[in-house]
């Protein structure tokens, strides 16, 4: 395998075969204080997915300001210069950054830790030690879910995602946001930021103009 690893500063970068990685694959940033994890993410992540590391919170909020967005987020908690928690809600109050989804990858867990992970808004919580298998996994279906998906030829046209597309379904069925959140197992402010997405992308004010949207003429998706 023709990997290499570039350490300039604190910032690593996946290079193969001294080229940066082909930009048609799948985005993943990594952020993580253990220079360990992020060297093993390159490599398992590095073969399906152009990855970028870094080492620090605030590294990762400035490249998001300059760089090209990732598609996902893997986001450790417990760092030294500032805490994963802060990380997502400073993700989540940029506008470029808001929508994508972040998973905690982090030695915390308590309960209490992966509930606010949660209520951060964070789209899933894994701890560590995990299976690699599995974290792949997790992250191929997260990142199906963020793919744009048009809801139907009879309404204008909107790249709901995956998972907006579900949330649009009970809100057809006459669903509420809590309501919303114990079906698809979702916590609240996850699914806030959800209908937050979807009433941006098609114009919409609240949550009544969204399901009138939704129905469009025929009341279908």
Do not use: H
Not at 2 to 12: H, Q
Not at 74 to 81: A, I, R, S, T
Not at 147 to 155: G, I, K, N, R, W
Request: with cysteine; hydrophobic share 40%; proline share 3%.
């Amino acid at each position: 395998m023709n990997l290499i690893l570039s350490v300039r500063k604190r910032f690593l970068t996946v290079i193969w075969k001294g080229k940066r990685m082909m930009t048609d694959k799948k985005r993943i940033m990594v952020v993580d204080d253990d220079k360990v994890l992020l060297k093993n993410a390159a490599v398992l992540l590095g073969v399906n997915y152009s990855v970028s590391l870094y080492s620090s919170g605030r590294e990762a909020l400035n490249a998001l300001l300059e760089n090209t967005l990732p598609d996902l987020i893997l986001l450790d908690v417990k760092m030294p210069d500032i805490d994963g928690y802060s990380v997502i809600q400073q993700i989540n109050e940029m506008p470029q950054s808001k929508n994508i989804p972040v998973v905690f990858v982090t030695g915390m867990s308590d309960e209490e830790d992966e509930l606010k992970g949660f209520q951060l808004g964070a789209a899933d919580y894994i701890k560590k030690p995990f299976s690699q298998k599995i974290l792949l996994a997790r992250i191929s279906n997260l990142l199906k879910k963020s793919e744009p998906v048009a809801l139907s030829s009879e309404l204008p046209t909107v790249d709901f995602t995956e998972t907006e597309c579900k949330v649009a379904e009970l809100i057809l069925k006459g669903y509420n946001g809590k309501e919303i959140c114990d079906k698809l197992f979702y916590s609240y402010s996850y699914v806030k930021k959800l209908l937050a997405s979807m009433r941006e992308k098609s114009g919409c004010e609240t949550l009544g103009d969204l399901k009138k949207f939704l129905c469009g003429r025929n009341g279908k998706l």
